[in-house]
């Protein structure tokens, strides 16, 4: 048995274990309490999030006049053509595919766009904006800015773009044939 | 051989102890905490927001994207304020560069995929930018930065410190 340097060498490499493994027990132990911390503060935080709940909670707030409607809402209002889709995406998104008879409404360029395309939309007997996913809120800053000019019947597809494509329903533009 | 030749070369010395120097440790720590603090209170102040972010790079599942953003929320203000205390510094510190490090992939899995997302770090307008590479190089220093404060052998200023059992 080598004595002296030899079990100091192993006593040191014990304790260089037992280290990292309470660095590791401290870590997983930091996980758990923020889990915890936070579940309990979303309970009574004035504006939890449900945990598991999806994209209803992703929403951004929209002012009066404004409402979501779901896919199948839009797919109905779209084959009666009794709706104006508005694509609130920049015009290169838009070029390269959006909803059939869409016009482009860019949340960037509102001012200019809505100029431009104001006719068109008065005409219009209710208006849906999207944008492309979940996470953009283009289309509720178009709404919300069309709501503020006096238009009513202004819908929201939530993640519409992604939705419309992923059902499969119809699309124009460069990137389609 | 000569026994000086396995000797570290005396020129290296101040270096050495100029990076592993006490101060260093406490900057590194006290900064790293303070990033990631600071990165926790706009998402506790607008957690939707920050799920928003978590969803845009497109890695989670819809279902589990809230949960993410209340548990890393949490994560990052934990292991900050016990990083700047100095409480388990070095749990602490692995947390913050096991996190750094999953941002980084997450971020380098959306500019690859060519998305163009916020980066949802810090969910300040100011500060908050584009994803791109120059994100990518800020999360990459702070990485470094982090690995370093967990690699620091001094428990200078810190609870840990304070409560260290002399070793017999």
Known sequence: MAAGTGSDEMMRRRDNERERGGVALGALAILVVAAVIGLVQNRFSGHPLPPFASEAALRPAVASGVSYIDLAGAKAMFDATSALFIDARPPEEYDAGHVPGAVNLPSDEFAKAYARLAPTIERARALVCYCEGLTCDRSSVVANLLAARGHSHVFILFSGWDQWQAAGYPSEGSSRQ | ?168
């Open chain 2, 1 to 168: 051989m000569m026994a000086a030749d396995i000797e570290r070369p005396p020129s290296t010395a101040p270096l050495s102890s100029l990076l592993w120097h006490p101060a260093a440790g406490v900057v590194a720590r006290v900064a790293v905490g303070g990033i990631f603090v600071y990165a926790s209170i706009g998402k506790i102040a607008d957690p939707a927001a920050f799920a928003r972010a978590i969803y845009a790079y497109r890695i989670l599942h819809a279902d589990v994207v809230n949960l993410a953003a209340i548990w890393l929320t949490w994560v990052e203000m934990l292991a900050g304020v016990l990083l700047i205390v100095g409480m388990g510094r070095r749990s602490a510190a692995a947390v913050t560069t096991g996190l750094t490090g999953l941002f980084i992939i997450a971020a380098w899995l959306a500019i690859m995929r060519g998305l163009d997302v916020e980066c949802g770090c810090f969910l300040a307008r100011a500060i908050e930018g584009r994803l791109g590479w120059s994100l990518l190089l800020r999360d990459l220093a702070l990485l470094a930065v982090s690995l370093y404060a967990m690699l620091h052998p001094s428990d200078a200023l810190s609870l840990d410190g304070l409560v260290a059992k002399p070793r017999p």
